[in-house]
Structure formats: structure tokens, C-alpha cells
Nanobody
């Protein structure tokens, strides 16, 4: 099972942009759909975006229109660009198999904090 390390989180002001990356320890080519998730203290882990092997991307309603997800199977890495960040985007961001359960193995995540 691939393990993931997320990077790119930062403390930024509202309206800023960030690009997060997630590198897998093994090949992700056999993972049909990769997902980006966000964990906040108030809500359970939320699925923000899914990216299939064929490049089909779907976004959650809370981020639709403000994010772009991409996967590079050759580099075993997935990316998430967040634009026009809002305070409610604050949280820890993770990537994993889009079907991953909370009890599965997760990476450390990367913290995004949006405040003025």
C-alpha cells in the first residue's frame, strides 16, 4: 500500500493561492481515483477532489470553481491548487485513494491556515 506525504501548506491571507503536493512512496498507477481531503476540527474529513487515471476530475461543492487537481503518475504525485482562499478553507489537507476509509493509512497532512 502506497504511503503519502503532503507538502505545501502555509499561513496565508484571504484571497491568496497555494499549490499543495502529495508524493506517494509507491506507484499510484493502480489507484483508479486519487482524492484530496480536508480535515477541520468542526467537520469530519471532507473529500474535496477526485482525479482518475484518465484525468477526469470532480470537485466538492465547497471548493468548486476555486481549485484545480492534477495527478502525475510518472512522478507518483498529485497536486491541488487552491485559489481565492477563504478562512473556512483552514484545515489539514491530505491525499489518498479516493475510496480510503478513516481507518486506512494516511500521511501527516499539510496545514493550511487562512486568516487576515
Amino acid at each position: 500500500q502506497a504511503r503519502f506525504v503532503e507538502l505545501g501548506g502555509d499561513s496565508v491571507q484571504p484571497g491568496s493561492s497555494l499549490t499543495l503536493s502529495c508524493a506517494a512512496s509507491g506507484s499510484i498507477v493502480n489507484i483508479a481515483s486519487m482524492g484530496w481531503f480536508r480535515q477541520t476540527p468542526e467537520r469530519k474529513r471532507e473529500l474535496l477532489a477526485t482525479i482518475t487515471n484518465s484525468g477526469v476530475v470532480n470537485y466538492g461543492e465547497s471548493v468548486k470553481g476555486r481549485v484545480t487537481a492534477f495527478r502525475d503518475n510518472g512522478k507518483n504525485t498529485v497536486y491541488l491548487t487552491l485559489n481565492n482562499l477563504k478562512p473556512e478553507d483552514t484545515g489539514v489537507y491530505y491525499c489518498n485513494d479516493a475510496q480510503a476509509r478513516i481507518e486506512d493509512t494516511w500521511g501527516p497532512g499539510t496545514q493550511v491556515t487562512v486568516s487576515s
